[in-house]
């Protein structure tokens, strides 16, 4: 396959094409609706079927409909649309249907601004809806990564039948890079699903709920879920170590943009002797707490570095084991510059 | 010759079939079934037209409808 | 030799409901279950539960069924009919979940137009919640959040969902028909039995609305549940067809792409 020069939005759209779904149901919100408008136009050319919703509320819903009948589908949102979505994706998980969300994430709270923010942490890794249930969080820092982890996220949503989200930000969803996709899954060729509402014919009735009114059965369920998720993170972490070695001054965690930013900064001080290496977590849940905690072992200082007030810390803590974690954050839609961070790593440095 | 039967154990007693007979021949039982309800019963079989009101009324399909010979359709269903 | 002129459709399973003695719920099941089979259509139905007294649909039909969140089913319907046009999609409400949380979707999905059948159950009041005010509660009428009678200087009319539907344009079918009266069941059943062989036919979204009652959360017998429905409800929630495919759209409206 080539290379093109692909916005982010438009690039994940198309990996979803390419990964074999053919179904996007979603409603605008600044900064992604360009996914929605992409497959709008590309979706005809395979075949494919992208429905504007009332709502992201209906959105969801929607998806769960169409995932309860075993095809793939996904939809997208940005932070205050994915809080709408948060009754659905509950149910989802509860139901144990494979669906795939798209969270371009904006500063919040409230309807706050259109520009990049990495304040949905929390709501992605720990609060997406009621009840004890996870969703497989991938985060991306590219164009290129976003379009592969789309097509992973897919084949993971399947082979857990869990949700999983793609968390990005605006910058990710704005610019414009290389990528490559591979090769189009034909949907055709995808195994059918069992438990799939299909009509039916020859076979007991399925049913797919989310209501267990016995607490033995809801139990199960709960316990059913837990070993899901222990599974999970006995073989989906993912994470990117950069410049890692023994005897960093500082070990700054970023994810997503806030990584690349950091990057820049991380290249200038090991030009000037300096070294400072990078934890870069790609799945937020599961996050890899014992490829961090060694990491953390081989350096003086830590600091984690986000666009919000620090949400990705409390892991970083969580991973250090009582081990001093600095700070650096900008909100609002404030991007920080490398020379910025570099500041902050220097005076973490000096203190 | 119609005849219908009512399940006595699937009857919950609500007494709907006894207000859409228009031959008034169904009445309620002074036993209870197993669930504790007063089930319906036919008082009068042999004036049953065979309209199926009864048994399309009743909430619980608890009433089935057989005839023995002719069938008059009173109405479309 | 008797011959069986009414027994239990296959479409509904022989099993015992949780329905209140005298619910018309059961009577609904029932003809839902008789047009499925009459239409041959059970093998690839499938179903949408609500929120509310029939939350556990999907343990009486004998067919594929799912459990939406409260007033979601049409949005799952679409999900579900989109991507799968072959299939028979129903879903099956009550007021709270269609006419209130849900109003968005219903609506929503009947103007796009989704070839979807609704059952909707309306019955005045929210049943398996213990019996508050619903948004089709008559004035007056007593119901626990309005222990004096709704008022309508405070909570507005009750909201007949089969004429706000019938005012979109885009095609669909739309009638109301009642169960609580032993000859409104017939016409009833031949509405819900038209409003599916629309979707067989793949011609349009259709709702049927059964005005329907709630004697226990209407403090009534299953028979004066019945005339009270006859008495208070039938004069304000017209009965009939509203709308049907073939009527004719607004004048003027251009429909096709013409000239780019």
Redesign the interface.
């Known amino acids: 396959m080539a290379r093109v020069l692909m916005k982010g939005n438009e690039a994940i759209g198309e990996a979803a094409v390419r990964a074999g779904c053919r179904f996007f149901f979603g409603y605008p919100i600044t900064p992604q609706t360009e996914i929605a408008e992409y497959l709008a136009k590309r979706f005809p050319e395979v075949g494919g079927y992208f429905i504007q919703a009332e709502s992201e509320v209906a959105a969801i819903n929607m998806i769960y409909g169409a995932a309860c009948t075993g095809t793939r589908v996904f939809t997208s949102s940005s932070s205050p649309g994915i809080s709408l979505m948060s009754e659905g994706m509950s149910y989802i998980a509860a139901s144990e249907v494979p669906v795939v969300v798209v969270n371009i994430v904006r500063a919040g709270p409230g309807l706050g601004g259109i520009l990049p923010s990495q304040g949905d942490y929390w709501q992605a890794t720990r609060g997406m809806g009621h009840g004890d249930f996870r969703l497989l969080v991938l985060a991306p820092a590219s164009v290129q990564e976003a379009a592969d982890l789309v097509m992973l996220a897919f084949d993971l949503a399947d082979k857990y039948t869990n949700p999983v989200m793609i968390i990005g930000d605006g910058i990710i969803g704005q610019m414009m890079e290389p990528v490559e996709f591979r090769e189009m899954i034909d949907p055709a060729t995808l195994p059918k699903k069992p438990w799939a509402l299909t009509g039916a014919k020859g076979r007991a009735p399925n049913i797919i709920t989310s209501l267990f009114l016995d607490p033995i059965v809801l139990e199960a369920l709960n316990q059913r879920l837990l070993k899901k998720y222990r599974r999970m993170e006995a073989e989906e972490k993912r994470w990117e170590e950069y410049n890692v070695s023994d005897g960093m001054e500082v070990l700054v965690f970023a994810w997503g943009t806030m990584s690349r930013i950091s990057k820049t900064a991380i290249d200038e001080l090991k030009n000037e002797g300096i070294k400072v290496g990078l934890f870069r977590p790609i799945t937020l849940y599961p996050f890899p707490y014992e490829a961090a905690g060694e990491a953390i072992g081989r350096a003086k200082k830590i600091i984690s570095v986000e666009l919000s007030t620090g949400q990705m810390i409390d892991d970083v803590k969580l991973a250090g084991c009582g081990k001093d974690v600095a700070f650096f954050g900008r909100q609002g839609g404030i991007v920080p510059t490398p020379e910025e961070v570099k500041q902050e790593f220097l005076k973490l440095i000096e203190r | 010759m ?2 219908i039967k009512v399940h006595r154990e ?1 009857c ?5 079939c ?3 007979c228009p031959q008034q021949i169904i009445g309620m039982s002074k036993e209870l079934n197993k ?1 504790g ?1 007063f089930f319906a019963l036919v008082k009068d079989p042999g004036r049953c037209i ?1 309209c ?2 009864c ?7 608890a ?6 010979g002719t ?1 008059y359709m009173l ?3 | 030799m008797i011959q069986t002129i009414f027994s239990r459709p296959e479409s509904l399973r022989n099993v015992s409901t949780h329905y209140c003695p005298g619910c018309t719920h059961g009577v609904t099941h029932r003809l839902t279950a008789e047009v499925l089979d009459e239409l041959g259509v059970r093998e690839r139905a499938v179903g949408i539960a609500p929120v509310g007294c029939a939350v556990l649909a999907y343990n009486y039909f004998n067919c594929d069924f799912a459990e939406a969140a409260h007033g979601r089913a049409p949005a799952m319907a679409t999900g579900m009919k989109r991507t799968h046009p072959e299939l028979i999609v129903f879903t099956y409400q009550g007021d709270g979940d269609l006419a209130s949380i849900g109003m968005a979707e219903i609506i929503h999905a009947a103007n796009r137009g989704e070839k979807i059948t609704v059952i909707f159950i309306n019955n005045a009041i929210y049943g398996m919640t213990g019996g508050q005010m619903a948004p089709t509660t008559m004035p007056n009428q007593r119901a626990t959040t309005c222990p004096f009678g709704r008022d309508v200087n405070y909570a507005g009319y009750p909201i007949r969902m089969a004429d706000i539907l019938s005012g979109l344009t885009t095609p669909s079918y739309i009638v109301r028909a009642n169960v609580n009266t032993p000859s409104g069941i017939p016409f009833a059943k031949r509405c819900l039995r038209k409003a599916f062989q629309y979707q067989v036919d793949g011609r349009c979204f259709s709702l049927v609305e059964f005005v329907s009652t709630c004697p226990t959360n209407w403090g009534m017998s299953p028979i004066k549940a019945c005339e009270w429905a006859s008495s208070d409800m039938i004069p304000y929630y017209q009965l009939g067809e509203f709308k049907t495919p073939d009527d004719p759209l607004p004048e003027g409206l251009k429909t096709d792409k013409g000239d780019d």
């Open positions: 119609p005849i699937v919950k007693g609500c007494e709907l006894n207000y859409a669930k309800y065979g199926c009101m048994a399309i009324t009743c909430p619980d399909v009433i089935e409808v057989g005839v023995r069938r109405f479309e269903y």
